[in-house]
């Protein structure tokens, strides 16, 4: 079964620093990846997708992901940490045989201070 | 063009009780999909609905139970409500079924279900 695994419940940057979320998933074929933030009393929005077209994946506010099929992550990362990236993010996994369905990960509270 | 609407936003049941949820997906997407999350489990798939029909369904009891309508808009039923039913569940709309790589889910903001 697929699953994944987000490295760290809660991180904690200052204002300008760079952010490192991890994500490690388990699938015994290429799975499609994705980066979700939830920001309080909202839905989840997509950051960006890894579906095998480029291992480095460009998203929205300036993140983006490399997929290491080596070390089996993608983890999400930004140069810059800006005080409105505060929010929870999901990493998720859909394999090629569960339609939409997503596997989430359990979540990383980014918080980022002045 | 407006989100995925999901009404209502909050809800407080007590043991015992159902309730019926309702999300209406981005005009012309034909997919639904369903997840719960809470604190514990996390985000979990529950089922999705494409033409009126389930296609995928998660790991959970018979008591969670969905339908899809005509125009796309679907609901969700859950009987018999436990303490472990409280949670915020998601309604994800996408233009069509099959594989999430090639269907880009938006979620909507969620019902907030408590149950006492």
């Not at chain 1, 940057?13 to 009393?41: D, H, I, K, M, T």
């Not at chain 1, 839905?43 to 290491?68: C, D, P, R």
């Not at chain 2, 959970?60 to 409280?86: A, C, H, I, K, Y």
Request: proline share 4%; with cysteine.
């Amino acid at each position: 079964a697929q699953s994944v695994t987000q490295l760290g419940s809660h991180v904690s940057v200052s204002e300008g620093a760079l952010v490192l979320l991890r994500c490690n998933y388990s699938s015994s074929v290429p799975p499609y990846l994705f980066w979700y933030v939830q920001y309080p009393n909202q839905g989840l929005q997509l950051l960006l997708k890894y579906t095998s077209a480029a291992t480095l994946v460009k998203g929205i506010n300036g993140f983006e992901a490399e997929f290491k099929k080596s070390e089996t992550s993608f983890h999400l990362t930004k140069p810059s940490a800006h005080m409105s990236d505060a929010a929870e993010y999901f990493c998720a996994v859909s394999d090629h045989q569960a339609g939409t369905a997503l596997i989430f990960g359990k979540g990383t509270t980014l918080s980022v201070s002045s | 063009k407006a989100g995925v609407t999901q009404t209502p936003r909050y809800l407080i049941k007590t043991r015992g009780q159902q309730v019926t949820l309702s999300c209406s997906p981005i005009s012309g997407h034909r997919s639904v999909s369903w997840y719960q999350q809470t604190p514990g489990q996390g985000l979990q798939f529950l089922f999705e609905y494409f033409s009126e029909t389930q296609r995928n369904k998660g790991n959970f009891p018979g008591r969670f139970s969905g339908r899809q309508f005509s125009n796309s808009r679907s609901e969700m039923n859950v009987s018999t409500l436990e303490l472990g039913d409280s949670a915020l569940y998601l309604c994800a709309s996408s233009l069509a079924e099959g594989l999430a790589g090639r269907n880009e889910q938006f979620f909507g903001p969620g019902t907030r279900l408590t149950v006492l």
